[in-house]
């Protein structure tokens, strides 16, 4: 029998949850094993983004918990994670939260109140939105990125309201080329049927899609593909 690791450290590290936006969307759309396989290519597209010293600490369904040495390094791992699921055309848009301070690492686990604060973070996002702290913030914008104050946020099991901040990588925002019934990304390659609903045109990966909106319109085309200034729940 393999024996654990049981070593703690202690350390400083920007941590980050990304997931999948609609990926529950996805799922009834196009059932459990098509969201299964694309759970574990998000996972190995992330795998191939990682930097030198950036980890991927686990998977959790359709999110991923990743750790980079500091924030600067830690948002252009997302943004080349982003960047990366853009190209393929075959996911939905993400959604991160960003953290930087102290943690704990036991074994291959991370885990300290940085982690709990980039999960809620990444929890309140709204679709192509990376919330982060006061520290990630500051280096986004000494590197030229646009930051948006959100203001003190009440996030869940966090007893004291957090300043909060929206970071925008630059990398352009997707709505307009996302299926609205499984908020998968598309391109002209993906996009099967387009679909002319008052006066909107939409785009679609599938027939499957395609039938779902046809018979429920109302359902579909009241979601924002992304927004910057996404509400917080």
Do not use: W
Request: hydrophobic content about 45%; aromatic content about 4%.
């Amino acid at each position: 029998m393999a024996a654990h690791d049981h070593t703690i450290t202690n350390d400083r590290a920007a941590v980050a949850f990304v997931d999948l936006s609609g990926f529950t969307a996805l799922t009834e759309a196009h059932g459990d094993h098509h969201a299964a396989e694309l759970a574990e290519a998000f996972a190995a597209l992330t795998r191939v983004a990682l930097g030198q010293h950036d980890r991927l600490i686990k998977t959790i369904g359709d999110a991923i918990l990743v750790t980079s040495p500091t924030p600067h390094t830690a948002l252009g791992l997302i943004g080349r994670i982003t960047d990366a699921t853009r190209r393929t055309g075959r996911f939905p848009v993400l959604r991160a939260g960003i953290h930087h301070g102290p943690i704990v690492a036991l074994g291959s686990d991370i885990y300290g109140a940085t982690v709990n604060i980039a999960a809620r973070l990444a929890a309140a996002a709204g679709p192509a939105q990376i919330l982060a702290t006061g520290p990630v913030a500051d280096i986004a914008r000494a590197a030229g990125l646009s930051v948006t104050a959100l203001g003190p946020v009440s996030l869940r099991n966090l007893t004291e309201p957090l300043a909060v901040f929206s970071v925008d990588l630059g990398i352009g925002c997707p709505c307009g080329q996302v299926d609205p019934v499984c908020r998968m990304q598309l391109d002209h390659e993906t996009t099967t049927t387009t679909l002319i609903h008052g006066g909107i045109t939409y785009r679609f990966c599938s027939a499957t899609c395609v039938r779902r909106f046809t018979a429920h319109p109302h359902q579909f085309t009241s979601a924002t593909a992304c927004s910057d200034t996404a509400p917080i729940h």
